[in-house]
């Protein structure tokens, strides 16, 4: 999914922006230049502009001959298009952010980013998040944050006053939007399907992805080899059927269609809303404009039908990539090599709240995290994760945002959404050329 793609800058990144606005937009540079400045493409999101802006403090402050530039590009499909455009064109600047996954095999890496694959600084990224940034042989990218929970954060305050508990089946968290609603208070689930923000429509289906397989092991394999689809497996169909449940339950905010990511975080941490399923790196968001807001939210995953298993999907940050087009790679190695380090972990700490582990050996995750961070931790350290579909399957359709607004919205049926998913997927695996489709 668009998993860094967020409308809005943090406050710590909104110096950088309006440099960058001013000069980056104007000169879109191919190659490191003479003066000495590196620049570098990146989303419009808060977690993303906070997380690189306490990168490139801390290495121009190590490099004061230095200069980096952030340009800032726009999130969702629209971004996902100006990557492509500027990357077939020959037009990236020297280093660039985008998500790790199936949206990279979308990028064509093998012809269009370097293989980073014999650069000593890669011993350092663990072999998971190696995986995740693969093509072939050749690994393209170097992590920029920590391992994303997908699920729920929820209200701490509202389940205090209510005494609810963290539900483990899908049963009691429907419960527990019931007695929320009962309550009258707020409303149980948040949806924010306005501007840019239609990508955090898909959690209930990709977040759901830890029940999917342990329902079915083997799912990702069948579904990569057009032998499993969405439509005729009932574990995966679940995650439509829930989005679908919420809905005509009654669950949703009012203002569901119009309401905004960064609208949606705000009414959570005021209580507005009680659950959002999201991911966990909007903590880092939340932190950048409601730095207490943290502390009033916790997490769990996507309840399945196992209470004794109950896990959490996963997702990997987004990766720093060098284009082929870049003359002048040094410079922008030279930055890989400080981000893949324990000084860009210290960097990154330093700069944000942590929001779970990093994928970079020696880099440690502070013990005075938020509660929803010490939740998915303890997902990790009992070992009942699995990775979000998109990384362990090159297939991943373009219109899945799209989709599951229309079910949300009563627009459309669960099963004629996943029935419209499986064909959207088809045309993406034919572009891939995978085969069996």
């Not at 499909?77 to 996954?101: A, C, H, W």
């Not at 996963?314 to 893949?340: I, K, M, R, S």
Request: proline content about 6%; some cysteine; hydrophobic content about 40%.
């Amino acid at each position: 999914m668009h998993s860094t793609h967020r409308p809005l800058l943090p406050r710590a990144a909104a110096g950088a922006a309006a440099a960058v606005l001013a000069a980056g937009l104007a000169a879109c540079s191919t190659g490191g230049d003479d003066d000495g400045t590196l620049n570098i493409l990146i989303d419009n999101s808060e977690a993303t502009g906070s997380l690189m802006q306490a990168l490139v403090d801390a290495y121009t402050e190590a490099h004061p001959d230095v200069e980096i530039e952030l340009e800032i590009r726009p999130g969702g499909t629209e971004g996902d298009n100006i990557v492509k455009t500027r990357l077939q064109t020959g037009d990236m600047p020297d280093l660039f952010f985008y998500n790790s996954g199936s949206l990279l095999q979308a990028l064509n890496p093998s012809q269009m980013l370097t293989d980073l694959s014999g650069e000593t600084y890669l011993d350092s990224v663990t072999d998971t998040f190696k995986d995740g940034v693969t093509s072939g042989d050749a690994v393209h990218g170097v992590p920029v944050g920590q391992a994303i929970g997908g699920g729920v954060l929820y209200n701490l305050a509202a389940y205090e006053e209510l005494g609810l508990e963290v539900p483990t089946t899908w049963d009691e968290f429907m419960a527990n939007n019931q007695a929320i609603l009962d309550a009258g208070t707020a409303a149980p689930v948040i949806q924010t399907y306005g501007t840019e923000s239609a990508w955090t429509s898909q959690l209930f289906v990709l977040a759901d992805n830890y029940n999917v397989l342990a329902a079915e092991p083997d799912w990702a394999d069948a579904y990569t080899a057009n032998e499993a689809h969405f439509a005729d497996t009932p574990a995966a169909l679940a995650g439509f059927e829930h989005l679908q449940e919420v809905a005509e339950a009654g669950y949703l905010n009012e203002d569901f269609a119009s309401l905004t990511y960064n609208e949606g975080l705000a009414a959570l941490v005021a209580g507005e809303g009680v659950h959002y399923p999201i991911l966990t790196n909007a903590l880092t968001e939340i932190e950048a404009v409601d730095p207490e807001g943290v502390d009033q939210l916790g997490f769990f995953g996507l309840p399945g039908d196992a209470p004794a298993e109950a896990g959490v999907t996963t997702w990997l940050p987004g990766a720093l990539y060098l284009p082929q087009t870049n003359e002048d790679p040094g410079p922008a190695q030279d930055f890989l090599a400080f981000v893949a380090s324990t000084e860009g972990c210290d960097a990154q700490t330093a700069g944000v709240s942590v929001i779970g582990p990093y994928f970079i050996d020696g880099c440690t995750v502070p013990s005075d995290v938020p509660p929803a961070v010490a939740q998915l931790q303890a997902y990790f350290d009992a070992g009942l994760t699995a990775p979000a579909l998109e990384f362990l399957s090159p297939v991943k359709g373009p219109a899945l945002e799209q989709i599951t607004v229309e079910v949300g919205s009563g627009i459309r049926s669960a099963a004629d959404a996943a029935a419209l998913y499986d064909e959207d997927v088809k045309k993406q695996a034919q572009q891939l050329g995978l085969e069996g489709w």
